[in-house]
């Protein structure tokens, strides 16, 4: 079956620390990864996403991710953090398929980001 | 954003009552999608749309249905509410096209007493 796998339930850091969030992913064949964000009391806002091509993905906000496909992961990154992004952070995965697939979308646990001034 | 608005925002209900959620959007997207959210599983789709009266189920259809018979109206009824559907509802859309990402609505809390 395919599923997501995000490991970090709660991160904690300070402002300018560096960031990386763990994402893992089970799926056969061509796979479509995305990095959403919810702020509090928002709804879900898309960071990123990785559909093919170069393997570094530039988001919004100054996050990105890597598609390492031989590591099934796609972590998601950013060199200095802000106490503005404390939200939290979803990974999400879909087969390409086209389609009906369009946003048929597995998501992970979630991580919390908080982010201390 | 896709001008997507969900109704009631808030509600809630009693075990045994049915209840319905509605999502309206403005963009003439063809997709439309009801996920749940839940402390520690993430978003898991409920059901899905493709058109007008096509829908079809997700990862997590039992207790509910969906109706589609308008392009900008996605309604998720569920059918005996138990607390176990106790949850925040989201909307999304999606437009064709391979790259087209979601688009999210502000979401409906809904608490079965």
């Known amino acids: 079956a395919q599923s997501v796998s995000q490991h970090n339930h709660h991160v904690i850091l300070s402002e300018a620390a560096s960031l990386e969030l763990g994402c893992n992913y089970s799926?056969?064949?061509?796979?479509?990864l995305f990095w959403y964000v919810q702020y509090p009391g928002q709804h879900l806002q898309l960071l990123l996403k990785y559909f093919s091509g170069d393997p570094l993905v530039k988001g919004i906000k100054g996050f990105e991710a890597e598609f390492i496909k031989s590591k099934f992961s796609f972590n998601l990154r950013k060199p200095s953090v802000q106490w503005s992004d404390t939200a939290e952070y979803f990974c999400a995965g879909k087969a390409d398929a086209g389609g009906t697939s369009y946003g048929k979308l597995t998501f992970g646990q979630g991580t919390i980001l908080t982010v201390h001034p | 954003d896709a001008g997507i608005t969900q109704s009631p925002r808030h509600k809630v209900t009693e075990t045994g009552t049915p209840v319905t959620l509605r999502c309206h959007q403005t963009?003439?997207?063809?997709?439309m999608y009801w996920y749940r959210q839940d402390p520690g599983h993430g978003l898991r789709l409920i059901h899905y749309?493709?058109?007008?009266?096509?829908?079809d189920k997700g990862e997590v259809s039992d207790g509910y249905s969906v109706s589609r018979s308008k392009t900008e109206d996605f309604l998720l009824t569920l059918e005996s509410a138990t607390s176990s559907q106790t949850s925040v509802y989201f909307c999304a859309t999606a437009g064709t096209g391979d790259n087209s990402p979601l688009h999210f609505g502000n979401g409906t809390r809904l608490t079965v007493t």
């Open positions: 799926y056969g064949g061509t796979v479509n």
């Open positions: 963009e003439n997207h063809r997709y």
């Open positions: 749309s493709y058109g007008v009266k096509d829908t």
